[in-house]
């Protein structure tokens, strides 16, 4: 089936410092990919719809120059946080749909990110 | 855009009872609505979903309906068992964008 590969699982980082985040979808060209945020206990909130070759799309109250999505291929998006500070601590997760399917999303296996 | 409720947030069955989780979503061109199962620190596995041509869908011990016209829908597992302790999220999808849109989650913890 199809998998999508995120790294890395875990990353602890300094204030003010900056971090990527890479999501690739293994087996499976990825036209869409999309970036959630989980906060302990809470759901996962859509941060932004990142397409291949042209801007992403973020959700409102989403700062698009601190969350940078770059989607330069059909298998690779990233996201970069940066100047990453303590309240930016999260588990990210990728999921990315497949070229063409209108339905089926797979998702990554997260990001856990603790800014310290 | 789409807002998806989800009730409830915690559910506490014993092993062996039904547990049914039922969600609302507010965008009527929503065509397509996936269940997800979370493991702490896991990522959301799909369990079971539908589209909004069919009104019920049944995989073994779990099954999910949609009124579409009520714009709800349910997921209810039949014969708990512990491993079904997990947290569990509706989703939407709308026909724009094509993103999805995740319920609040429901916190079930199955009791042996």
Excluded at chain 1, 25 to 37: G, K
Excluded at chain 2, 35 to 55: A, H
Excluded at chain 2, 66 to 74: I, R
Excluded at chain 2, 95 to 112: D, E, Q, S, W
């Amino acid at each position: 089936g199809a998998v999508v590969s995120q790294h890395p699982s875990r990353v602890i980082c300094k204030s003010g410092t900056s971090v990527k985040i890479e999501c690739r979808s293994l087996d499976f060209q990825a036209t869409t990919m999309f970036w959630y945020r989980q906060f302990p206990k809470q759901s996962l909130m859509l941060m932004a719809t990142s397409n291949e070759g042209s801007k992403a799309t973020y959700e409102q109250g989403v700062e698009k120059d601190k969350f940078l999505i770059n989607h330069a291929s059909l298998t690779l998006s990233t996201l970069t946080v940066t100047s990453a500070h303590p309240e930016d601590s999260s588990f990210y997760i990728c999921s990315a749909r497949e070229t063409g399917a209108y339905y089926g999303y797979t998702f990554g296996s997260g990001t856990r990110l603790t800014v310290v | 855009g789409e807002n998806v409720e989800q009730h409830p947030s915690t559910l506490s069955v014993q092993e062996g009872d039904s547990a049914v989780i039922k969600c609302t979503y507010s965008d009527s061109a929503s065509n397509y609505f996936p269940w997800y199962k979370q493991e702490l620190g896991k990522r959301p596995q799909l369990i079971i979903d539908i589209r909004s041509n069919v009104g019920e869908k049944k995989d073994q011990r779990i099954a999910v309906t949609l009124n579409k016209t009520a714009k709800h829908f349910s997921l209810h597992i039949t014969e708990t068992q512990p491993e079904d302790s997990a947290v569990y999220f509706c989703a939407a999808s709308s026909a724009a964008g094509n993103k999805l849109t995740f319920g609040g989650g429901t916190r079930v913890l199955v009791k042996p």
